[in-house]
């Protein structure tokens, strides 16, 4: 006797793996033809089409399954700090560079940039989230960086690539640029002021000159970007300053980063986010002395914005997975879907997953036209305003979803667990609810 002949299997619903992000989603469609972004259909399109694919989900599914370790030492004992990751995380950081969506804010001046970027962060986050990590911080160092036309003139290509280059060499080698962002310390991450690592000038010092930092940074992700930029109190004023640190010196050599250890996270499980020392590190000041905070911040605003999308890209995922479960399910003779409660479950999560889909789109909008007063003013209230309400939405939303699915939700099988234990990350990184509520006041 075989296992299966005790009883047919039937009942039972896939889960969607096989579907187009944008043409089964006119919400968003509607929000690229408000902004004229049409120029950019055809790539999103196709970009949609291959991320809703079995093949893109699977490498979803690897990347968290496998997460990064750190490597610390080679065979003979060498200090190596390597951070190893499965294949699907490059693929997938591969398959996002493609559409050239970590410079298309910057690198071009055609209206729709934002919404038509906006779209391809949202479809991307819809099948994984991890990867938006370093494709975030890189987007949003592009407008800090710019303005330093000496190290602009390094790194600009490699910024706006369209490739992807997992290696671990020196900058002047590498054909594609990934950058993060040091701020969190032991002490306080909220409060940046508190910040104890040390910047010291190697030379005149000023802006564009080099320093040697000393101290630490507790939460430290993607450790193995080319470069971080870094919050540090610069010696002997004690103003605060803010710092390329490359992860390779122009030397040649390994930068002075000590990658202590991974932390073993909730979610986020691709992404490696670690803890750093600075052992004498060497940086390049960017912007003034004494202007470090509102620097690293101006990047937080493009970051806080990436948080709003990418939850908007969970619920959107959650939700359509309670869709197609609940139309083909049976219960009490019926589809799940036709049942009066259960519809009141799934009208509520479209209609919050389009509410926060739309308030994330029209975010980056305002981003696009910050030179206009009005649209300026909205951006700075409404970044911080919709960084709290949609993240933490998300939250109880994706759970909400998964009971949809039943026990099915619960398994591991499903995306759903992986997507709640994603989920409260962007509440909490980028500043969390309450300095949100501050921000806005
Ligand atoms: C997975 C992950 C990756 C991360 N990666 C990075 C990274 O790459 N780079 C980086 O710099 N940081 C990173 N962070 C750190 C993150 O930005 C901080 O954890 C976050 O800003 C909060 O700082 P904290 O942990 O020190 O908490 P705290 O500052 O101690 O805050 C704790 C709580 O108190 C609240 N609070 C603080 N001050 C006030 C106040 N005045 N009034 C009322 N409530 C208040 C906060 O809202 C929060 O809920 C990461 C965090 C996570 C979880």
């Given at each position: 006797m075989h296992l299966w002949d005790t009883h047919d299997i039937h009942n039972q619903v896939d889960e969607l793996?096989?579907?187009h992000l944008l043409q089964s989603d006119p919400a968003l469609q509607d929000a690229l033809r408000r902004v004229g972004a049409q120029a950019w259909w055809p790539q999103l399109d196709a970009y949609a089409q291959t991320l809703g694919q079995p093949a893109t989900w699977a490498l979803a599914e690897q990347a968290n399954r496998h997460g990064p370790q750190l490597q610390r030492f080679d065979a003979r004992g060498r200090l190596d700090e390597r951070v190893d990751f499965h294949p699907a995380w490059h693929g997938l950081l591969a398959l996002y560079r493609q559409q050239g969506l970590v410079g298309l804010p910057f690198d071009t001046a055609q209206p729709g940039r934002f919404s038509a970027w906006a779209a391809g962060f949202y479809l991307h986050g819809q099948v994984?989230?991890?990867?938006?990590c370093p494709a975030t911080m890189t987007t949003a160092a592009i407008p800090l960086l710019r303005r330093e036309p000496a190290l602009w003139a390094q790194v600009q290509a490699g910024l706006f690539s369209r490739s992807h280059d997992p290696r671990d060499v020196p900058l002047a080698e590498k054909t594609a640029l990934w950058v993060g962002m040091g701020m969190t310390e032991k002490q306080g991450g909220s409060d940046v002021r508190a910040n104890t690592t040390t910047a010291t000038p190697l030379g005149t010092g000023g802006r564009g000159g080099a320093y040697r930092l000393r101290g630490h940074k507790w939460f430290f992700s993607a450790p193995t970007s080319d470069a971080h930029l870094v919050v540090a109190r610069v010696a002997p004023d004690d103003g605060i300053g803010c710092f390329w640190v490359p992860r390779w010196r122009p030397d040649g050599t390994r930068n002075a980063i000590r990658i202590l250890q991974l932390k073993d996270k909730l979610g986020n499980r691709s992404n490696a986010s670690s803890e750093v020392e600075f052992q004498d590190a060497w940086g390049l000041l960017i912007g003034?002395?004494?202007?470090g905070i509102p620097t690293i911040l101006e990047m937080a605003s493009q970051t806080r914005l990436n948080c709003v999308l990418g939850s908007a890209a969970m619920l959107r995922t959650a939700t359509v997975q309670a869709l197609a479960y609940a139309r083909q399910r049976q219960a009490f003779g019926q589809s799940l879907a036709t049942h009066g409660l259960m519809r009141s479950v799934l009208v509520d999560l479209a209609l919050e997953s389009e509410a926060a889909m739309t308030l994330g789109m029209r975010l980056a909008q305002a981003f696009e036209h910050d030179a206009q007063p009005l649209e300026r003013s909205w951006k700075r209230i409404l970044t911080p305003a919709a960084k709290f309400w949609v993240c933490k939405r998300a939250i109880p939303c994706v759970a909400e979803a998964m009971e949809v699915l039943g026990g099915n939700g619960y398994?591991?099988?499903?995306?759903m667990p992986r997507l709640l234990r994603e989920a409260p990350v962007n509440s909490i990184w980028e500043g969390a609810g309450n300095i949100m509520c501050l921000d806005v006041l």
């Amino acid at each position: 006797m075989h296992l299966w002949d005790t009883h047919d299997i039937h009942n039972q619903v896939d889960e969607l793996r096989d579907y187009h992000l944008l043409q089964s989603d006119p919400a968003l469609q509607d929000a690229l033809r408000r902004v004229g972004a049409q120029a950019w259909w055809p790539q999103l399109d196709a970009y949609a089409q291959t991320l809703g694919q079995p093949a893109t989900w699977a490498l979803a599914e690897q990347a968290n399954r496998h997460g990064p370790q750190l490597q610390r030492f080679d065979a003979r004992g060498r200090l190596d700090e390597r951070v190893d990751f499965h294949p699907a995380w490059h693929g997938l950081l591969a398959l996002y560079r493609q559409q050239g969506l970590v410079g298309l804010p910057f690198d071009t001046a055609q209206p729709g940039r934002f919404s038509a970027w906006a779209a391809g962060f949202y479809l991307h986050g819809q099948v994984e989230q991890g990867t938006l990590c370093p494709a975030t911080m890189t987007t949003a160092a592009i407008p800090l960086l710019r303005r330093e036309p000496a190290l602009w003139a390094q790194v600009q290509a490699g910024l706006f690539s369209r490739s992807h280059d997992p290696r671990d060499v020196p900058l002047a080698e590498k054909t594609a640029l990934w950058v993060g962002m040091g701020m969190t310390e032991k002490q306080g991450g909220s409060d940046v002021r508190a910040n104890t690592t040390t910047a010291t000038p190697l030379g005149t010092g000023g802006r564009g000159g080099a320093y040697r930092l000393r101290g630490h940074k507790w939460f430290f992700s993607a450790p193995t970007s080319d470069a971080h930029l870094v919050v540090a109190r610069v010696a002997p004023d004690d103003g605060i300053g803010c710092f390329w640190v490359p992860r390779w010196r122009p030397d040649g050599t390994r930068n002075a980063i000590r990658i202590l250890q991974l932390k073993d996270k909730l979610g986020n499980r691709s992404n490696a986010s670690s803890e750093v020392e600075f052992q004498d590190a060497w940086g390049l000041l960017i912007g003034e002395v004494g202007r470090g905070i509102p620097t690293i911040l101006e990047m937080a605003s493009q970051t806080r914005l990436n948080c709003v999308l990418g939850s908007a890209a969970m619920l959107r995922t959650a939700t359509v997975q309670a869709l197609a479960y609940a139309r083909q399910r049976q219960a009490f003779g019926q589809s799940l879907a036709t049942h009066g409660l259960m519809r009141s479950v799934l009208v509520d999560l479209a209609l919050e997953s389009e509410a926060a889909m739309t308030l994330g789109m029209r975010l980056a909008q305002a981003f696009e036209h910050d030179a206009q007063p009005l649209e300026r003013s909205w951006k700075r209230i409404l970044t911080p305003a919709a960084k709290f309400w949609v993240c933490k939405r998300a939250i109880p939303c994706v759970a909400e979803a998964m009971e949809v699915l039943g026990g099915n939700g619960y398994v591991e099988t499903s995306v759903m667990p992986r997507l709640l234990r994603e989920a409260p990350v962007n509440s909490i990184w980028e500043g969390a609810g309450n300095i949100m509520c501050l921000d806005v006041l």
